[in-house]
């Protein structure tokens, strides 16, 4: 549905999209992902067309994004920083927001009030959107974004202000959306919660695509294959895992515990050598690497050891 091929936009002395190319497919939920300063906002303003590629090309289908009028009733939009009408009611807001969609008064209003049924605030359509708590405001956003039916959808940080039982309604819309065939471009930094509804990945660094592909193709592409939770009785030698560049390490402030992860080539015997040469071994297990463990190793994120007093 959408594609990029060798995309560039430089900003004065910063190269925010470097020649990059990836392709979304129609009917899936597709991440992209990557620090701050690593292209995604970029790269979505130019979607939608906010502002141009200084080269390369963006497609809708078979058609040259920058070449006709984007059409914005079949794309829905779920922007980082939120802004939605504080003192208008609640129904109101949404139906109007519908209306510029395309969607007529009757079903405008019958689609807002069965989204707000879902979220579970329906008996707050009369009142204004600033009597809702910040998660309820999350929610009316995230409908006014949605309730078009869009082919695509570009949600930016949709699990932004949710508790974790609301993040989990919004990961279930966002697969119901998909299964509906909306196409999902989406952007966050709930790890977790990507990774269970991501069908495909894109990791970016500096502007270029750093690795893709799904989770099994993300494992092999990193070397991240397992991971190793260790507890240490007694920690001898910290630099054993911290200054080691075939491994990388991260320490749970909370609990203490380890997680080591062997980078492309290095073997399990060898792994373990480096943790016991590290320390007295409490406990230790093994686990499939996650989406969390991939980004800490993929952008070489290493722990410091707080030293006791």
Do not use: C
């Not at 995604?40 to 040259?64: A, C, H, W």
């Not at 977790?192 to 660094?205: F, M, S, W």
């Not at 230790?284 to 993929?298: C, M, R, T, V, W």
Request: glycine share 8%; net charge negative.
């Amino acid at each position: 549905m959408i594609s990029f091929h060798q995309v560039t936009k430089q900003y004065s002395r910063v190269r925010a999209v470097d020649e990059l190319s990836f392709t979304v497919n129609s009917g899936e939920i597709f991440a992209l992902l990557g620090p701050n300063g690593a292209g995604k906002t970029t790269s979505v303003r130019m979607l939608l067309q906010l502002i141009r590629p200084d080269f390369g090309e963006i497609r809708y289908g078979n058609e040259l994004i920058h070449d006709r009028k984007l059409d914005r009733y079949r794309i829905g939009y779920l922007p980082e920083e939120r802004g939605i009408y504080q003192d208008s009611p609640i129904l109101k807001t949404l139906v109007y927001l519908a209306s510029l969609r395309g969607m007529s008064t009757e079903e405008a209003r019958s689609s807002s009030l069965k989204w707000l049924e879902q979220f579970g605030i329906a008996d707050r359509a009369g009142d204004k959107v600033s009597t809702l708590s910040k998660g309820n405001q999350q929610k009316v956003q995230f409908i006014a974004s949605v309730i078009h039916n869009p082919l695509f959808a570009i949600l930016d940080e949709p699990f932004s202000g949710f508790d974790p039982i609301n993040q989990e309604i919004i990961s279930g819309m966002i697969r119901e959306l998909r299964n509906n065939g909306t196409t999902i471009l989406i952007s966050a930094h709930q790890m977790q919660l990507v990774e269970r509804i991501a069908d495909r990945i894109l990791l970016l660094a500096d502007g270029k695509e750093l690795m893709s592909g799904t989770m099994d193709e993300l494992r092999e592409q990193s070397g991240a294959g397992q991971k190793l939770e260790v507890r240490f009785s007694e920690l001898l030698h910290p630099e054993n895992l911290t200054e080691n560049d075939r491994i990388t390490t991260v320490q749970d402030d909370d609990t203490g515990a380890w997680m080591v992860m062997p980078k492309s080539g290095v073997s399990l015997n060898d792994l373990l050598q480096i943790i016991t040469e590290a320390g007295e071994i409490e406990s230790l297990h093994s686990s499939e690497a996650n989406l969390h463990d991939i980004f800490i190793q993929s952008f070489g994120i290493k722990t410091e050891v707080k030293s006791e007093e």
